[in-house]
């Protein structure tokens, strides 16, 4: 039998935002197939999670290409960058809490242009006028990840609709990032 492995690291993805701590049976239950078919495709949890992480980067800059960040204005691509994010915003959840994805030499170089292409939005904002200057492009790109995070978790746990996820995430960081005009 023939195994998919990108729905095999689909199957591993849902399970793993929803409980980080599963072990390698679980994945493999999760995904529908044998631990040791999961171990011919993944020496183990690292492994996993290095496919995942790769996984997960293709899907953002995906999701980033299709937000259209250069056009129209900064805060009209914000919007459309978290409803382009929200199909895959549990990946995004997971990999964000797996610090070993962010440590030492064997860094994954689609995080730097991730957040390049990120933070390059919100600089274009702040040259623009719509957002503030004493927030760093650095700082809110990863709020924008944390707000991402905490809302794809308050969905799996039933607190929040999945479908008020863009408007919640979109809301509060442009509420914080607004750059506002006194009279």
């Known amino acids: 039998m023939s195994v998919d492995r990108e729905q095999m690291l689909r199957n591993a993805a849902a399970l793993l935002t929803r409980k980080a701590t599963a072990t390698m049976d679980e994945v493999a239950r999760a995904a529908g197939i044998s631990r ?16 995942l992480e790769d996984l997960g980067i293709r899907e953002c ?24 994010v929200e199909p895959v ?11 070993q994805l962010f440590e030492g ?10 957040d390049a292409r990120i933070s390059a939005l919100f600089q274009r904002g702040q040259e623009s006028g719509e957002f503030r200057i004493d927030l760093t492009p650095a700082w809110l790109t990863d ?14 746990d039933g607190r929040m609709a999945a479908k008020d996820l863009p408007f ?5 960081l442009l509420g914080g990032a607004r750059r506002r005009v006194t009279p």
């Open 36 to 51: 040791a078919t999961l171990h011919r495709h993944f020496a183990g949890r690292d492994a996993l999670v290095r496919a």
């Open 143 to 156: 709020a924008l990840y944390g707000l991402i995070s905490s809302a794809t978790w308050c969905v799996q």
């Open 89 to 99: 915003a549990g990946l995004l959840a997971f990999l964000n809490s797996e610090n």
């Open 168 to 172: 919640m995430i979109a809301e509060l």
């Open 61 to 84: 800059e995906a999701a980033l290409d299709a937000a259209r960040l250069g056009e129209g204005s900064a805060e009209e691509a914000l919007r459309r960058l978290v409803g382009a």
């Open 105 to 114: 030499e064997t860094q994954n170089e689609g995080w730097a242009r991730l």
